[in-house]
């Protein structure tokens, strides 16, 4: 059963509409952070924030990054491990941190390695204006290394139970970005889609858990009949109401 919501789970991140079972709930009930949308428009998939959610992320929030991600200006983002560059370019980093996505990078991340449980996951940012509240997830980070892997998986209460899946970390003192490269392919109505995304994931380290977390996303490859899922360059972040994501263990 549980592997049977894992897949509806993947089929409804970025979905348009409520057309998949896990999709459909009311706004006000606590959904995966990948349920729900707003109506399509084809016409609404531009990068700018003025379909933003109700949250306080602006343009000045980039400023809160730890450093320019770009110094050389060479469009690869410095100061994180090398694979990263063959997923994600600087062109998005930009676009994720002006709407609010912190970002840290450096080649010292803190050890993160332990058991995390986010109980209050709202909308920080959508495109297209989405706002709700999440069911409670616990992340799991563990196999770092000095050179910069580390696994990570995501389990949601009553949802799905996460894998670990291998990932990127960054960062410097006591502040981390993970880096994970996510790929799908989907037969919709027998027509293929395929499909993939970063995950970003950002937080710091500070007594008891994480504060500071920030889970974003943009829709990078959308190849084949994709009827169902936004269009190449939507952006969501995700974070925690009350700023912190306790550690368990």
């Not at 058991?115 to 297209?128: K, Q």
């Not at 899922?229 to 969501?236: A, C, E, P, T």
Request: hydrophobic residues 30%; aromatic residues 10%; contains cysteine.
């Amino acid at each position: 059963m549980n592997d049977i919501k894992l897949i509806l789970a993947i089929m409804c991140i970025f979905m348009l509409g409520t057309l998949t079972a896990g999709c459909d709930e009311e706004e006000d009930d606590p959904q995966p952070w990948f349920g729900g949308s707003s109506d399509d428009d084809d016409d609404d998939d531009d990068d700018d924030a003025d379909g933003g959610s109700d949250s306080d992320s602006d343009s000045d929030s980039d400023s809160d990054s730890d450093s320019d991600s770009d110094s050389d200006g060479d469009d690869d983002i410095d100061d994180v491990p090398d694979d990263v560059n063959d997923f994600v370019d600087q062109e998005d980093i930009d676009a994720l941190e002006e709407v609010g996505m912190e970002i840290h990078p450096g080649d010292n991340p803190p050890d993160i390695e332990g058991s995390f449980y986010a109980d209050s996951r709202i909308v920080h940012y959508d495109d297209e204006g989405m706002s709700m509240n999440f069911v409670n997830a616990t992340y799991e980070f563990f196999n770092q290394t000095s050179d910069g892997h580390i696994e990570m998986s995501e389990s949601e209460e009553g949802w799905s139970e996460g894998e670990g899946i291998g990932s990127y970390i960054s960062g410097d003192g006591d502040c981390f970005t993970i880096w994970q490269d996510y790929n799908a392919y989907e037969a919709q109505n027998g027509d293929d889609c395929n499909y993939g995304w970063p995950l970003i994931l950002s937080g710091c380290m500070t007594e008891g858990g994480i504060t500071d977390f920030y889970y974003g996303f943009i829709m990078k490859k959308r190849d084949g009949i994709c009827d169902q899922l936004v269009q190449i360059g939507h952006k969501r972040i995700i974070t925690e109401s009350d700023d912190f994501v306790e550690e368990l263990y």
